[in-house]
């Protein structure tokens, strides 16, 4: 077993080395996000990428690290001007007005919105259309005044991302790439400095437990040191005189900031997200209360026009019945026409800039946890693996060596 006749194992050492470091950080990688859901044996045997397997706990420490310090509700609901909203909605609210009014008139009394005179009609349909946009504005101020009333944004992001975990996995995936990249080549360079002190030790002692365990100790320390690389040192720091180093992640925080508040404001906290968040979420029975009480006082105000008629033909316990259903009606239709102010809004909420600016002023520790734990709790299962894999090639190593 000398090295004339095994020279092309000897020489290959350091690149087998050098390709341990980069398949154990690919797997690893992958390992990370994939598959989405659990595929095998439950509970045992089989794999779930480590984010979407902890997604809500993920989700959760995501979102309070936004709603902590990157997002407040009340501050950006501030932003959006009621008077405005109520001009960008004005006309598919007017028609929401007539539907609405013709709809329960028909509905108590088929016939009685036939027979009332059309001009008893028309003042009635003009009256209430003229009072909505200001009821709409009353309405978003008070919603803006008492968003934390009507909205939870801690829990709409979590069922957001806890719901679709391929979204979770983007969040992650897309603002890290460039340390993905960084784990993956740098278990190459590791990888074959770790190989060049393996063939000499091979050399020296012929020991079969020497491949495997450098292929276990490439694998596991290529891993766990390129983890740490990319988050420490937090600050630059000189070594040896020589060089300078930043973890990769600080070093890109502008970068970093950029990406993630586009993401945040794309594809989480979005407008439809948002209004479904206020219509079906934990607190939207707070919002169908505040808009009812609104449209009751309205109809209230402007239903004196027509209420001799009505009053007659139905009776004024029906009549009290009817505008209590025409406020409900009316409540569910009014969240629809705020979607027609969705650009108008996006631009006043400014999501994305908040969220940049924002980032820029955290401390190094806090950047830090943006990512850090998506790996923090179950990385030594990824280092693990990358263990075992160098190991098994260390072995074939020695297999070939002896055979």
Same mark, same amino acid.
């Given at each position: 077993?000398?090295?004339?006749?095994?020279?092309?194992?000897?020489?290959?050492?350091?690149?087998?080395? !050098?390709?341990?470091?980069?398949?154990?950080?690919?797997?690893?990688?992958?390992?990370?996000?994939?598959?989405?859901?659990?595929?095998?044996?439950?509970?045992?045997?089989?794999?779930?990428?480590?984010?979407? !397997?902890?997604?809500?706990?993920?989700? !959760?420490?995501?979102?309070?690290?936004?709603?902590?310090?990157?997002?407040?509700?009340?501050?950006?609901?501030?932003?959006?001007?009621?008077?405005?909203?109520?001009?960008?909605?004005?006309?598919?609210?007017?028609?929401?007005?007539?539907?609405?009014?013709?709809?329960?008139?028909?509905?108590?009394?088929?016939?009685?919105?036939?027979?009332?005179?059309?001009?008893?009609?028309?003042?009635?349909?003009?009256?209430?259309?003229?009072?909505? &946009?200001?009821?709409? /504005?009353?309405?978003?101020?008070?919603?803006?005044?008492?968003?934390?009333?009507?909205?939870? @944004?801690?829990?709409?992001?979590? /069922?957001?991302?806890?719901?679709?975990?391929?979204?979770?996995?983007?969040?992650?995936?897309?603002?890290?790439?460039?340390?993905?990249?960084?784990?993956?080549?740098?278990?190459?360079?590791?990888?074959?400095?770790?190989?060049?002190?393996?063939?000499?030790?091979? !050399?020296?002692?012929?020991?079969?437990?020497?491949?495997?365990?450098?292929?276990?100790?490439?694998?596991?320390? /290529?891993?766990?040191?390129?983890?740490?690389?990319?988050?420490?040192?937090?600050?630059?720091?000189?070594?040896?005189?020589?060089?300078?180093?930043?973890?990769?992640?600080?070093?890109?925080?502008?970068?970093?900031?950029?990406?993630?508040?586009?993401?945040?404001?794309?594809?989480?906290?979005?407008?439809?997200?948002?209004?479904?968040?206020?219509?079906?979420?934990?607190?939207?029975?707070?919002?169908?209360?505040?808009?009812?009480?609104?449209?009751?006082?309205?109809?209230?105000?402007?239903?004196?026009?027509?209420?001799?008629?009505?009053?007659?033909?139905?009776? /004024?316990?029906?009549?009290?019945?009817?505008?209590?259903?025409?406020?409900?009606?009316?409540?569910?239709?009014? &969240?629809?026409?705020?979607?027609?102010?969705?650009?108008?809004?996006?631009?006043?909420?400014?999501?994305?800039?908040?969220?940049?600016?924002?980032?820029?002023?955290?401390?190094?520790?806090?950047?830090?946890?943006? @990512?850090? &734990?998506?790996?923090?709790?179950?990385?030594?299962?990824?280092?693990?693996?990358?263990?075992?894999?160098?190991?098994?090639?260390?072995?074939?190593?020695?297999?070939?060596?002896?055979?």
């Amino acid at each position: 077993m000398d090295f004339g006749t095994h020279w092309q194992v000897y020489v290959t050492m350091p690149f087998i080395a !050098a390709l341990i470091g980069y398949v154990t950080k690919r797997v690893a990688i992958e390992m990370m996000f994939k598959p989405v859901e659990f595929v095998g044996v439950k509970p045992f045997l089989g794999w779930q990428g480590v984010l979407p !397997a902890n997604a809500e706990r993920m989700a !959760a420490t995501a979102t309070t690290m936004l709603t902590t310090n990157l997002v407040d509700p009340k501050e950006i609901f501030a932003r959006l001007d009621p008077e405005q909203v109520a001009k960008e909605i004005e006309q598919p609210l007017l028609r929401v007005v007539e539907e609405v009014t013709r709809e329960v008139m028909e509905t108590y009394q088929p016939r009685l919105w036939e027979v009332l005179p059309n001009g008893a009609q028309q003042l009635l349909l003009k009256r209430v259309q003229a009072e909505a &946009p200001k009821a709409i /504005t009353k309405i978003m101020r008070e919603i803006a005044d008492n968003i934390e009333d009507v909205l939870d @944004l801690q829990h709409m992001v979590v /069922t957001n991302l806890v719901r679709d975990k391929a979204l979770l996995n983007r969040l992650i995936r897309d603002i890290s790439r460039p340390e993905m990249r960084f784990i993956a080549r740098s278990g190459i360079g590791f990888g074959f400095v770790l190989g060049c002190v393996q063939l000499v030790v091979w !050399a020296l002692t012929k020991s079969p437990i020497v491949l495997p365990l450098f292929g276990l100790g490439i694998g596991w320390l /290529t891993d766990w040191l390129a983890l740490k690389m990319i988050f420490l040192p937090r600050e630059p720091r000189r070594f040896f005189g020589l060089y300078t180093w930043q973890g990769i992640f600080q070093k890109r925080r502008d970068q970093v900031a950029a990406d993630y508040g586009d993401m945040i404001a794309r594809e989480i906290i979005t407008i439809p997200h948002l209004l479904e968040a206020v219509l079906r979420g934990p607190k939207s029975d707070k919002l169908f209360a505040m808009i009812t009480r609104e449209v009751q006082k309205t109809i209230d105000a402007q239903a004196s026009v027509v209420k001799p008629f009505v009053a007659i033909a139905v009776g /004024t316990r029906k009549f009290q019945e009817m505008k209590q259903t025409a406020a409900a009606k009316a409540a569910e239709r009014v &969240p629809e026409t705020i979607r027609y102010a969705e650009k108008y809004a996006i631009n006043a909420l400014d999501v994305r800039n908040t969220i940049v600016d924002r980032m820029k002023k955290l401390s190094a520790l806090e950047f830090e946890q943006l @990512l850090r &734990p998506a790996f923090r709790q179950d990385e030594w299962k990824l280092i693990a693996v990358g263990a075992v894999i160098g190991g098994l090639v260390g072995e074939l190593q020695v297999l070939a060596l002896l055979g």
